[in-house]
């Protein structure tokens, strides 16, 4: 059971909240008591999960610039505050490397990764935090600090999006705290490609010795979003079960080897 941290009654908008970590996030929001909007592609998970959250939704992608307006204005609405945006949508493409890269998917890359947070938090800030403060978290990735194969739009627009976080928290202090998450590799849909293949394998490399759940992210999403975190602004939390200190551990039946790194970057 995830702690309340005294969320009861404040109001979130959690994006690309209908599956994964987005879900999990909205989900433990809601059982902390705050009233949770969603935001995601498809109209039909967008009602499923909004009504068994007790909340509202809003189908749309964070590309579209009225879709942030809408999904401000669908909250204002429904909850009369909005205390709390979580902007976790993001896509993976293009994959493969850079050299290869079709232009017009590079760009789309950074609109939904870097864009789409920028709005919907300027939308949450003029609608609401400006004047009675707020909390914006953004789900990074822990392959946002090095480079790895085939992910390197991914990785890129992530790292864009880390000082993004790290700019609008200087800019929206003391009102609006602005941190980030950066899962290592999750369970997701989205990281399938990842995992699925070698889970066993990346496992075992790992000090936790286990990849990562959404249900591991949403935690520590929670903490940012409640009153625990009120002393925390411009940081950005690992959550990668000891990716960073990997060469440090010894795999059972195996030594670790220094230099060793996971596979690249890992989707959140």
Not at 38 to 64: K, M, P
Not at 87 to 97: S, W
Not at 99 to 119: C, H, I, K, S
Not at 219 to 225: D, M, Q, T
Request: aromatic fraction near 4%.
């Amino acid at each position: 059971m995830m702690p309340s941290y005294g969320l009861r009654g404040r109001a979130a908008v959690v994006t690309g909240g209908t599956r994964g970590i987005g879900r999990a996030v909205a989900g433990a929001l809601a059982a902390a008591g705050a009233l949770v909007c969603v935001s995601a592609r498809d109209a039909d998970e967008v009602r499923s999960t909004a009504a068994a959250l007790g909340g509202t939704g809003l189908a749309g992608s964070v590309a579209e610039p009225e879709h942030a307006r809408e999904l401000t204005r669908l909250a204002l609405g429904e909850f009369g505050r909005l205390d709390i945006l979580v902007n976790n949508a993001a896509t993976n493409r293009p994959y493969g490397p850079l050299m290869d890269a079709d232009p017009g998917a590079w760009r789309e890359a950074f609109t939904v990764n870097v864009e789409g947070p920028l709005r919907l938090t300027q939308c949450a800030w003029r609608g609401w935090m400006r004047e009675h403060g707020g909390s914006v978290v953004n789900i990074c990735t822990e392959g946002a600090t090095h480079v790895g194969p085939d992910v390197g739009a991914y990785g890129t627009s992530k790292a864009a999006l880390l000082h993004l976080t790290r700019q609008l928290a200087g800019e929206l202090a003391p009102r609006v705290r602005v941190n980030s998450v950066s899962p290592g590799l999750v369970r997701t849909e989205l990281a399938r490609f990842m995992w699925e293949p070698r889970e066993a394998e990346i496992a075992a490399g790992l000090p936790l010795g286990r990849i990562g759940e959404p249900e591991d992210v949403a935690g520590a999403v929670l903490w940012l979003c409640s009153d625990a975190a009120r002393w925390v602004t411009g940081a950005d939390i690992l959550v990668d079960g000891g990716t960073r200190v990997r060469a440090a551990h010894a795999p059972a039946g195996g030594r670790g080897e220094p230099g060793d790194r996971p596979p690249g970057p890992a989707p959140a």
